[in-house]
């Protein structure tokens, strides 16, 4: 069955940086983009950036773009973000997400890491 | 940008139906898809409605969704409500223009 399970979740300090990995089972890691997706205290999910199925594409949210970077390792099935310049504001949970059809239709979901970004 | 507006908040009793709304502003419906994701407190998010009215296997048919090209709106309905859909619901689609994923605010379903 398709699992996605993420890891690398924390406390941090503004201004300081996080790995987020997610690893993937269950299906053609190569064949699907991947997602970030964060729910923030009271505002609801956010998406945070893409990558394609050859991490030949990546796209990122308004709000963390020159900050986060989002990666893949298909020999590992993994995918990761990295986040630099930590902001109070993106204290959220972190899902990362499987597209099925590369238009943000996101069929599966990993169970969340915690990020908390405070002084 | 494209924007997506859902009411904060729907409450309705057990057994009725409710539906939801999802207003888009700045993109158009007509050039892509809407998915609606259910998700309960301290659980990830799941989808219950795919390409704007397609239900995933596992997902009761109940839940119905719609769209109105002309109004640039979609809906969620769900029949026959149960406690067990409490939960927070949020429309999504994709923005051509800059290939961006769009969420709607989210709606909180009460059932009481």
């Known amino acids: 069955q398709v699992q996605l399970v993420e890891s690398g979740g924390g406390v941090a300090q503004p201004g300081r940086s996080l790995r987020l990995s997610c690893a993937a089972s269950g299906f053609t890691f190569r064949s699907y983009g991947l997602h970030w997706v964060r729910r923030t205290p009271g505002k609801g999910l956010e998406w945070v950036a893409l990558v394609s199925s050859d991490g030949s594409e990546k796209y990122y949210a308004g709000s963390v773009k020159g900050r986060f970077t989002i990666s893949r390792d298909n020999s590992k099935s993994t995918v990761y973000v990295q986040m630099n310049s930590l902001r109070v504001e993106d204290t959220a949970v972190y899902y990362c997400a499987r597209d099925r059809d590369g238009y943000g239709n996101f069929d599966f979901w990993g169970q969340g890491t915690l990020v908390t970004v405070s002084p | 940008n494209f924007v997506l507006t859902q009411p904060h908040s729907v409450s309705e009793s057990p057994g009725r139906t409710v539906t939801i709304s999802c207003t888009g502003s700045g993109g158009s419906f007509a050039s892509t898809s809407v998915q609606w994701y259910q998700q309960r407190p301290g659980s990830a998010p799941t989808i219950v409605i795919h390409d704007d009215d397609q239900r995933p296997s596992g997902v009761p048919d109940r839940f119905s969704g719609s769209t109105d090209s002309s109004a640039n709106s979609a809906s969620l309905t769900i029949s026959g409500l149960k406690t067990e859909d409490e939960a927070d619901y949020y429309c999504?689609?994709?923005?051509?223009?800059?290939?961006?994923?769009?969420f709607g605010g989210g709606t909180k379903l009460t059932v009481l």
């Open positions: 999504q689609s994709y923005d051509t223009y800059n290939s961006h994923v769009v």
